[in-house]
Antibody, heavy 118, light 109 residues
Framework: QITLKESGPTLVKPTQTLTLTCTFS??????????VGWIRQPPGKALEWLAL???????RYSPSLKSRLTITKDTSKNQVVLTMTNMDPVDTATYYC??????????WGQGTLVTVSS | SYVLTQPPSVSVAPGQTARITCGGN??????VHWYQQKPGQAPVLVVYDDSDRPSGIPERFSGSNSGNTATLTISRVEAGDEADYYC????????????FGTGTKVTVL
């Protein structure tokens, strides 16, 4: 059974850096073709893809947020970490971790709500 | 950057058919995937590669894709189908990345 779970702060201050961890089970990020990514959703708004990291350490980022994002993996711990710098209230959203199957998302975490406020 | 446009809302009576469109430039040349999201829950994949269904998704959910429009069709709509629906493609035209549509709220009357 594949599971993904997000963890990290629920509240960050403007200008701070957000660090989120995705801990997964049921698959290995060392398997060819596997990718794990992050997607967010502001309250009442649409989904927005953020970043993706592949089994071979290839990384992809949203063009509009590329300068603020870093995605890394720790295969031995079954974890993927996303950092987003210079947080702003508009970054308030539910952040989802997800397992990519080629060009679509096959499995999602439950999501974690991050609020940016002073 | 590639843009996917969906109608904000679709209303349908129980037992009828709901059609949700997803517009994009020459979207027929891409593979389109659809997700269902109920309130307070994570999205769930309901159609992938234009018209394939993951295991466990009812046959009432089907998809098509041609020209500049992809369509998710929900036949014999049930109250439990009320949700937000998002289309998605892989944009390989520039920085390779996922693109999601604007989302459609399906209301069962």
């Amino acid at each position: 059974q594949i599971t993904l779970k997000e963890s990290g702060p629920t509240l960050v201050k403007p200008t701070q850096t957000l660090t989120l961890t995705c801990t997964f089970s049921g698959f290995s990020l060392s398997t060819s073709g596997v990718g794990v990514g992050w997607i967010r959703q502001p309250p009442g708004k649409a989904l927005e893809w953020l970043a993706l990291i592949y089994w071979d350490d290839d990384k992809r980022y949203s063009p509009s947020l590329k300068s603020r994002l870093t995605i890394t993996k720790d295969t031995s711990k079954n974890q993927v970490v996303l950092t987003m710098t210079n947080m702003d209230p508009v970054d308030t959203a539910t952040y989802y971790c997800a397992l990519g199957y080629g060009d679509y998302v096959g499995n999602w975490g439950q999501g974690t709500l991050v609020t940016v406020s002073s | 950057s590639y843009v996917l446009t969906q109608p904000p809302s679709v209303s349908v009576a129980p037992g009828q058919t709901a059609r949700i469109t997803c517009g994009g430039n020459n979207i027929g040349s891409k593979s389109v995937h659809w997700y269902q999201q109920k309130p307070g829950q994570a999205p769930v994949l309901v159609v992938y590669d234009d018209s394939d269904r993951p295991s466990g998704i009812p046959e009432r959910f089907s998809g098509s894709n041609s020209g500049n429009t992809a369509t998710l069709t929900i036949s014999r709509v049930e109250a439990g189908d009320e949700a937000d629906y998002y289309c998605q493609v892989w944009d390989s035209s520039s920085d390779l990345h996922y693109v999601f549509g604007t989302g459609t709220k399906v209301t069962v009357l």
